[in-house]
T-cell receptor, first 111, second 113 residues
Framework: KQEVTQIPAALSVPEGENLVLNCSFTDSAIYNLQWFRQDPGKGLTSLLLIQSSQREQTSGRLNASLDKSSGRSTLYIAASQPGDSATYLCAVKKGAQKLVFGQGTRLTINP | DTGVSQDPRHKITKRGQNVTFRCDPISEHNRLYWYRQTLGQGPEFLTYFQNEAQLEKSRLLSDRFSAERPKGSFSTLEIQRTEQGDSAMYLC???????????FGPGTRLTVL
């Protein structure tokens, strides 16, 4: 059974810092990995999708890496801003159907 | 707005009542997914459709839950005889193909009193 873990559960940093969020998964036979952002009481916004054959993806200040063999992914956020405050979720897809999610990292950027 | 939409956004009901939620996916997407999210947890998969065919159901989907996608477009999720444990955010997502990213709707927040 695929399990996804995100560490830390919560993170608070001052504005302007670069930061890394971690995601680990137990079964390396994944189809792809997706990072999402969720604001309180809202749905999920897709940030980055990494296919199993890829090592990383970049979008603006965000960079996500994937190491399938070790079962790890990281989301790097450069020059953090208060608007980045949200819960960040990673999810892996095994096979062609469902996503399996971690519990998320609640990020607070302090002005 | 061409994103995934869900209706209603909020639903408060009494235990034992039936509720139905609707999801409209992105128009050209043939895959549609339902997830459930409780407070402080990541979403959990419930079921998914490829066009009108329901191809997988989670063990979380008890016999009180039923989902349909009659014409391969919108989908409904019905919960019969609601229980307090059904209180959660119900999220719908769609994707164009299996290897494409899933796009999520805003969710329906269900509160069972």
């Amino acid at each position: 059974k695929q399990e996804v873990t995100q560490i830390p559960a919560a993170l608070s940093v001052p504005e302007g810092e670069n930061l890394v969020l971690n995601c680990s998964f137990t079964d390396s036979a994944i189809y792809n990995l997706q990072w999402f952002r969720q604001d309180p009481g809202k749905g999920l916004t897709s940030l980055l999708l990494i296919q199993s054959s890829q090592r990383e993806q970049t979008s603006g200040r965000l960079n996500a890496s994937l190491d399938k063999s070790s079962g790890r992914s990281t989301l790097y956020i450069a020059a953090s801003q208060p608007g980045d405050s949200a819960t960040y979720l990673c999810a892996v897809k095994k096979g062609a159907q469902k996503l399996v999610f971690g519990q998320g990292t609640r990020l607070t950027i302090n002005p | 707005d061409t994103g995934v939409s869900q209706d209603p956004r909020h639903k408060i009901t009494k235990r034992g009542q039936n509720v139905t939620f609707r999801c409209d996916p992105i128009s050209e997407h043939n895959r549609l997914y339902w997830y459930r999210q409780t407070l402080g947890q990541g979403p959990e998969f419930l079921t998914y459709f490829q066009n009108e065919a329901q191809l997988e159901k989670s063990r979380l989907l008890s016999d009180r839950f039923s989902a349909e996608r009659p014409k391969g477009s919108f989908s409904t999720l019905e919960i019969q005889r609601t229980e307090q444990g059904d209180s959660a955010m119900y999220l719908c997502a769609s994707s164009l193909m299996a290897d494409n990213e899933q796009f999520f709707g805003p969710g329906t927040r269900l509160t069972v009193l």
